[in-house]
């Protein structure tokens, strides 16, 4: 079938003009046009700069339409679309595309899907905590389902990212910031959106993101620049990139940032040397939007033909947003400076992914009324409660207030407890509020006896008629995202206020934490007698929060990236090297005079409602790989699930390395006084590392092997290698 593809990719390009081929590569989102005098983009910025209002934004967007080129479709001048995520729309631009252009050629759709369509399940980040491979794949099944149904083929997901500054905003669509958990979660969602079979109409490509090292933008500032070893982009960045190649992503997004100085859109090392010749990726290469016109302010192109002429030429397929190549590559074919077989090569790449979808063969994949059947089943919700649930993340629980008791009167305070638009956090575009439920609605839906104060009004006679006080605080969903950096990760002081006022009451209180992003929340963790890291849930925020504080379920999160004490300790993160002066009580050590050493919550923390003991560990060096085992018991009088984490230090090596990396995870569920056992087989392969010159070498010597709750697991053996 492949070959077949090919024979009719080279028979299409040789009857395209040039014109024709062009088109193909590029990507447009529909303009928005109305009664504003300036363009769409900058009436954005205008809201977010303060200088008019939501309301005012709002009024002028009811006046707008949406334009959708369709003189240049027919001129063959697109071959594929952004952000249109409805049937209707898509067919009938689907039926321009095959039936009004010369050549026929279908249409792409893509879309962010980022965390689910309709069916929005938790952000990236949150759904991390609940180390289940199995689970994220699931979920992006549902998001598949839902999104080829509204007519996208392609969806700009999953970003796998590493992220260690919790200053970043993006730090909410990724996987947190291990290096392994991110190939795995980036492995599994490819495998949920594209399923087994692309033709299938239920399938959609996805499109890894951001090639490369997106995540370490300097100072945790979105769109900065990255400066990296070799050796650590290739350790620490590049290896969850290369597991969603090899699960079969057909799609890549190159990073706004640059590497050692040159822009990931241009950058021919990254996108032909490394992504085309050394992992054989033959898929689709898309530009960030409007990236490649920016490399004309990143400084190292003159102007937007400059900038077409070195995308293309680096290997970048196709334009999303920035019009360089319909305005510019004519004429640099026709120069000679781009040469048509370049040119061609990226159609190909166009061609193979729509020949992969089935688009030519079925154009139209959906309808309205598949559409309609598609959205919110009863299965789809299920499934986001059960990824909320897991996604849930208990990090304190002093003299056991939760779970409460069925009966327990409850004071709730805080908007957040029931502004349902806030549950869906950034990017989950095919969103609608009505879609979500509250906490304070789901109270009501389940017959709790519960008082509700968005602002703490009230609070002393709430407070004095209620069992326990819960405070809905942390970051609304436009405080996390893209283009949402924040210098200071703290709680606000609105916030800070009201937990302060409620435990001034003297009613134990119970704090529920919304953000996107890990938060720097000392007196929290010092003050509040419970906390519930619930992140942004989804469209099932309510019901998964009531069934952990409540105890329906057991909670079994677990962080995946550090909480920090200050944000000036940003970034931290837990594999970090050592220095010859590890920070300590001593003064002349790698410390802060104004932040504790260790952070508030460490990475791979999260509590149960249970506990669980670890016994004998074993360590044993097999023929290619460390053989890891340990015995975990229940020991307290509820079934859980606990993650055992495998964590290991080289000793002594040929490079510095980090205090601890983490190699393996496994969730096992106990019985009430259950003991079982969990394994991990390491490769040796998967503990060698690069020397000064970038030569593989391997791990040598002794190493130490720590098995435990989290990060900072005591449990340890050595084995010389």
Known sequence: MKKNYEERIRTLLSKMTLEEKIGQLQQCGPSLV??????????????????????????????????????DLRAGKIGSYNGIGDSAAANRLQKI??????????????????HGFRTVTPIPLAESCAWEPKLWEKTGRVAAKEAT?????????????????????????????????????????????????????????????????????????????????????????????????????????????????????VNSWL??????????????????????????????????????????????????????????????????EVPERVLDGAVEDVLRIKFELGLFDHPYQTNEERESVCMLTEESRAIAREAAVKSLVLLKNENHILPLKSDAKIGIFGSLAADKGQMTGAWAIGARPEDCVSMVEACQERGISCQYSE??????????????????????????????????????????????????TGKPVVVVLFNGRPLAIPELAEHVPAILEAWHPGVEAGPAILDVLFGDVNPSGKLTTTFPAATGQCPMYYAHINTGRPGGKSKFTSKYLDA??????????????????????????????????????????????ETVQCYVQHVAAKRVRPVRQLKGYEKVGLKAGETKEAGFMIPFAELSYYDWDMNKIPCEGVLRVYVGGDSRAELMEEVVL
């Open 97 to 114: 595309a095959v039936e009004e252009t010369r050549l026929g050629i279908p249409l792409l759709f893509g879309y962010d899907v980022i």
């Open 596 to 641: 504790p050493v260790e952070p508030v919550y460490p990475f791979g923390y999260g509590l149960s409602y249970t506990t669980f003991a670890y016994g004998e560990l074993k360590v044993e060096k097999k023929e290619d790989a460390v053989w890891v085992s340990v015995s975990v018991s229940n020991t307290g009088e509820r079934d859980g699930e």
């Open 271 to 336: 996108l032909r040397d490394v992504l085309r010749e050394k992992w054989g990726f033959n898929g689709l290469v898309i530009s960030d939007s409007n990236a490649i016109a920016e490399c004309v302010s990143h400084g190292i192109a003159k102007d937007k033909r400059d900038a077409a002429k070195q995308a293309l030429l680096a290997g970048m397929d196709m334009d999303m947003s920035s019009n360089s190549y319909v305005e510019c590559l004519k004429e640099l074919v026709e120069s000679g």
């Open 455 to 504: 602002d703490g009004k009230d609070m002393l006679k709430i407070a004095a008629s209620s069992d326990v006080l819960i405070a809905a605080v942390g970051e609304m969903k436009e405080e996390s995202g893209e283009a949402a950096s924040r210098a200071d990760i703290t709680l606000n002081r609105e916030h800070l206020a009201l937990v302060r006022d409620l435990l001034a």
């Open 34 to 71: 109305g009664a504003f005098d300036v363009s769409f983009d900058e009436l954005l910025n205008m809201m977010f700069d303060g200088r008019i209002t939501r309301e005012e934004f709002d009024r002028l967007m009811g006046t707008a339409e949406q334009d959708f080129h369709e003189d």
């Open 149 to 265: 149904a509204a007519g996208v083929h392609l969806t700009f997901a999953p970003m796998v990212d590493v992220a260690k500054d919790a200053r970043w905003g993006r730090v909410s669509e990724g996987a947190g910031e291990d290096v392994l958990l991110n190939a795995d979660y980036g492995a599994a969602k490819v495998k949920g959106f594209q399923g087994d079979d692309l033709t299938k109409e239920d399938a959609m490509a996805a499109c890894l993101k951001h090639f490369a090292a997106y995540g370490a933008g300097e100072a945790g500032r979105d769109y900065n620049r990255v400066d990296l070893s070799v050796q650590r982009l290739w350790e620490e960045y590049m290896p969850a990139y290369k597991a969603c190649i090899d699960a079969g992503a057909r799609a890549v997004m190159p990073a706004f940032n640059d590497i050692n100085g040159v822009p990931c859109t």
